[in-house]
């Protein structure tokens, strides 16, 4: 309650560039906060599991970062 106090303050008398400038300092902080161990046990999580993926061949490497559209199944969903 407090910090959001304070934001609103800033955010009343800043404009433009200082109002960039401000909201970067304050994501660097929120996101400074997150613990290393979380996130990094995540992506290790997320490598073994994708290993496992390829190993017993569900996944094949391709050499494009591209998705291939396929004709069959539901189209996805456009947000408005």
Do not use: M
Request: glycine share 4%; hydrophobic share 35%; charged share 30%.
């Amino acid at each position: 309650p407090e910090v959001k106090a304070r934001e609103k303050k800033l955010k009343r008398r800043l404009t433009g560039d200082e109002e960039a400038e401000v909201f970067e300092k304050v994501e660097k902080r929120y996101l400074g906060r997150i613990p290393y161990k979380l996130t990094s046990c995540r992506f290790h999580s997320f490598v073994v599991y994708f290993s496992n993926l390829q190993r017993l061949g569900w996944v094949e490497f391709t050499n494009t970062p591209f998705l291939n559209h396929r004709s069959f199944g539901l189209p996805r969903l456009a947000l408005a």
